[in-house]
C-alpha cells in the first residue's frame, strides 16, 4: 500500500468518524476546500502537503468514547 493510499484510508475513516464532509476537512486543515476532494480522486498532491493533512487529523482527532453514559 502507498502512502497515497494509506492517506486515502485515513481520510474516509476520519470523515467517517467526525462527521465532516471533505470540503470542510480540506478548508480546516489545508485552507482549502477542494484539496481532500482531490485525495480522494487520486489527484497528483506533494508528499509534504499529505502530511500536513495527517497531521492535522491526528492533532484533531474524534474524542474517543468508552460507552459510558453519565
Given amino acids: 500500500m502507498t502512502l497515497f493510499q494509506i492517506v486515502q484510508d485515513e481520510v474516509a475513516s476520519y470523515l467517517e468518524a467526525t462527521g465532516l ?3 470542510e476537512l480540506g478548508k480546516r486543515a489545508m485552507r482549502n476546500p477542494n484539496f481532500v ?3 480522494q480522486r487520486g489527484e497528483n498532491v506533494t508528499v ?3 502530511e500536513r493533512l495527517r497531521d492535522y487529523m491526528r492533532h484533531h482527532a474524534p474524542a474517543a468514547t468508552d460507552g459510558a453514559t453519565a
Fill in 21 to 23: 464532509n471533505a470540503t
Fill in 37 to 39: 476532494h482531490k485525495v
Fill in 48 to 50: 509534504q502537503s499529505l
